[in-house]
């Protein structure tokens, strides 16, 4: 059985900074493609950045040199540093693995807010 589970959402003010984790664990041979997604209210869910196997990321042009994607292959973690938030970066952000199938996180919920 595969878990993946995020961490690190919480409020903050504009401005701020938070870094998310999420980490893989069970029965999965190797990782692909990690990425974050993130769901406002109201909205559909949608692609916030990705990292390959080799390190090569991409990001929505929203969050383009504000956030920074990175991943752990040892530890089957990956990351997202927040930095510069905005109030409509907040949503409940989501992780997302891939590996021979696909695997979501439960989320993380993000408020930006003062």
């Known amino acids: 059985q595969v878990q993946v589970v995020e961490s690190g959402g919480g409020l903050v003010q504009p401005g701020g900074s938070l870094r998310l984790s999420c980490a893989a664990s069970g029965s999965i041979f190797s990782i692909s493609t990690m990425g974050w997604y993130r769901q406002a209210p109201g909205k559909e869910r949608e692609l916030v950045a990705t990292i390959t196997n080799y390190g090569y990321t991409n990001y929505a042009d929203s969050v383009k040199g504000r956030f920074t994607i990175s991943r752990d292959n040892a530890k089957r973690t990956m990351y997202l540093q927040m930095n510069s938030l905005k109030p409509e970066d907040t949503a409940v952000y989501y992780c997302?693995?891939?590996?021979?199938?696909?695997?979501w996180g439960q989320g993380t919920q993000v408020t930006v807010s003062s």
């Open positions: 997302k693995i891939q590996g021979g199938s696909i695997w």
